[in-house]
């Protein structure tokens, strides 16, 4: 895997405010910042912060990050970015009082999947990781230092679909929600869809 560095990256929309700590970059959001396409609500987002770069051919992106999430809908991770209406965001989000691992998938409109996560501490750290391939993204987690091997979902996605990659960062209802974003990480995609060693 190598790293992105942070200066190779550019904002979509920049946050509130932005700041580096040696490696790790903390961000925090502004106000009612999202992205999200039509179903079940009807609205329209796109205002969500998103750093990206590059993501060429069939490869694999992995963002790890900090946050206490307190307001209805706050989530961060990482972002598969084309265009307003293709793109692809996974994290944790906060949603009914509960932390999930969530994943969108955009194309055209949204659509929207959870798994229940255990209670995490400001310290734990999240690993998301995406693999492109053909005409999937496959989306797993990992959590407190430990390797994306969750699986959480197998998207589809136009293999010509040209795309940026990066973190996520919104706060839907409220505004501040402070990530701390340790440096991105890109490599092949993964061998296999189902081994358990496709990652060692």
Same mark, same amino acid.
């Given at each position: 895997?190598?790293?992105?560095?942070?200066?190779?990256?550019?904002?979509?929309?920049?946050?509130?405010?932005?700041?580096?700590?040696?490696?790790?970059?903390?961000?925090v959001?502004?106000?009612?910042?999202?992205?999200?396409?039509?179903?079940?609500?009807?609205?329209?987002?796109?205002?969500?912060h998103?750093?990206?770069?590059?993501?060429?051919?069939?490869?694999?992106?992995? &963002? *790890?990050? /900090?946050?206490?999430?307190?307001? #209805?809908?706050?989530?961060?991770? @990482?972002?598969?970015?084309?265009? !307003?209406?293709?793109?692809?965001?996974?994290?944790?989000?906060?949603?009914?009082g509960e932390?999930?691992?969530?994943?969108?998938?955009?194309?055209?409109?949204?659509?929207?999947?959870?798994?229940?996560?255990?209670?995490?501490?400001?310290?734990?750290?999240?690993?998301?990781?995406?693999?492109?391939?053909?005409?999937? &993204? *496959?989306? /797993?987690?990992?959590?407190?230092? #430990?390797?994306?091997?969750?699986? @959480?979902r197998?998207?589809?996605? !136009?293999?010509?679909?040209?795309?940026?990659?990066?973190?996520?960062?919104?706060?839907p209802?409220?505004?501040?929600?402070?990530?701390?974003?340790?440096?991105?990480?890109?490599?092949?995609?993964?061998?296999?869809?189902?081994?358990?060693?496709?990652?060692?």
């Open positions: 895997m190598t790293r992105v560095r942070w200066e190779e990256m550019s904002w979509l929309n920049p946050p509130a405010a932005e700041r580096r700590d040696g490696d790790v970059l903390e961000v959001t502004g106000p009612e910042t999202d992205f999200w396409r039509t179903t079940a609500y009807g609205f329209r987002h796109d205002n969500g998103f750093l990206g770069a590059p993501f060429l051919g069939e490869a694999s992106i992995e &963002v *790890t990050f /900090r946050a206490t999430f307190t307001h #209805a809908f706050e989530h961060a991770g @990482l972002m598969l970015y084309s265009t !307003p209406d293709t793109w692809i965001k996974a994290g944790v989000e906060l949603s009914d932390l999930f691992a969530s994943a969108v998938v955009t194309l055209g409109r949204s659509d929207w999947a959870v798994s229940p996560l255990q209670e995490l501490s400001p310290q734990t750290a999240v690993t998301i990781r995406a693999s492109r391939s053909g005409d999937a &993204v *496959t989306i /797993r987690y990992g959590l407190g230092g #430990a390797q994306a091997r969750q699986l @959480l197998v998207a589809y996605l !136009p293999p010509e679909v040209p795309l940026r990659a990066g973190l996520l960062c919104c706060s209802t409220s505004e501040g929600l402070v990530v701390r974003f340790e440096p991105i990480v890109v490599g092949p995609c993964d061998a296999r869809l189902h081994s358990k060693l496709m990652l060692v």
